[in-house]
């Protein structure tokens, strides 16, 4: 299963149990060779989810894809806040991600 395949499964599975987004970070050259940046910051989370009095922040990959340093880095700030957050590479990652009470430790 591609990344997109494992985002999808997620985000079907999740909208039983509240709202699922989709965050975008897009990079893209103009035609005049201008670098553009668009979208949230770096390292932010694939997916927000939205429970009832909780959210979570969902970075999905595959099970041999490598996680930046920045999306780390963000996971970690959203845990010391006290938001569910983590890296899934099934549903039922993402599962225990919004069924568990948030961790504060890193990762």
Same mark, same amino acid.
Not at 16 to 31: C, D, K, Q, S
Not at 34 to 53: A, E
Not at 61 to 78: L, W, Y
């Given at each position: 299963? $591609? ?22 970070? =897009? ?12 979208? #949230?910051?770096? =390292? $932010?989370?694939?997916? #927000? ?15 041999? =894809? ?15 806040? =006290? ?11 993402? #599962? ?12």
């Amino acid at each position: 299963m $591609t990344e997109t395949d494992i985002m999808h499964a997620i985000q079907i599975a999740l909208s039983e149990y509240g709202i699922v987004l989709r965050l975008n970070v =897009g990079e893209f050259t103009t035609a005049d060779g201008r670098h553009i940046s668009s979208g #949230l910051p770096k =390292g $932010t989370s694939d997916l #927000l989810f939205i429970g009832h009095g909780y959210i979570a922040f969902i970075e999905v990959k595959t099970p041999t =894809g490598r996680i930046r340093p920045a999306q780390i880095t963000f996971i970690n700030a959203m845990r010391k806040l =006290g938001h569910r957050a983590g890296i899934a590479r099934s549903v039922d990652d993402a #599962l225990k991600i919004i069924n568990n009470p948030p961790e504060r430790g890193e990762i």
